[in-house]
């Protein structure tokens, strides 16, 4: 798990002041090269071993309203792995409270793009590391 804090700007708002429901898919997407970083040493690493992960699948839950200015702690972890493919569920909160979360389901393809495969064992290696008690789908 990756852990990072973020602050509500201004610019992610509505007119009242309250974070975009579609920033949260952002934050989580930061939150994904964050858990790279930490579990791989970065997503170039994944590049360069001859990988993409795309992302086939996104949802999320919105418990309460986040608001310009406020300071929101992330945690980003794997939640399911499978042969291909893998989810990072970012959840994020404010003074301990839990304001969202959001699930991404991403797939390995090659620089090709040309369907979904399995990635190296050194990639998969380091999700089942992170991963904890996950199982694979």
Request: hydrophobic share 40%; aromatic share 4%; no cysteine.
């Given at each position: 798990?990756?852990?990072w804090e973020l602050?509500?700007?201004y610019h992610e708002c509505?007119?009242?002041g309250i974070a975009f429901n579609a920033g949260y898919f952002a934050w989580a997407d930061m939150g994904s090269f964050e858990f790279w970083?930490?579990?791989f040493g970065g997503y170039q690493r994944v590049v360069?071993?001859?990988f993409e992960n795309v992302v086939v699948a996104a949802?999320?839950?919105f418990r309460r309203p986040a608001r310009f200015d406020d300071l929101l702690h992330a945690t980003t972890e794997v939640s399911a792995i499978g042969r291909t493919s893998f989810a990072l569920t970012t959840?994020?909160?404010r003074h301990g409270d839990e304001v969202a979360s959001?699930?991404?389901r991403y797939v390995f393809v090659g620089h090709d793009l040309d369907g979904s495969m399995p990635p190296s064992d050194e990639i998969a290696a380091a999700l089942r590391r992170v991963a904890g008690d996950v199982t694979t789908d």
């Open positions: 798990m990756t852990a602050r509500v700007r509505d007119p009242q970083r930490a579990a360069d071993a001859g949802e999320g839950s959840r994020f909160t959001i699930t991404v």
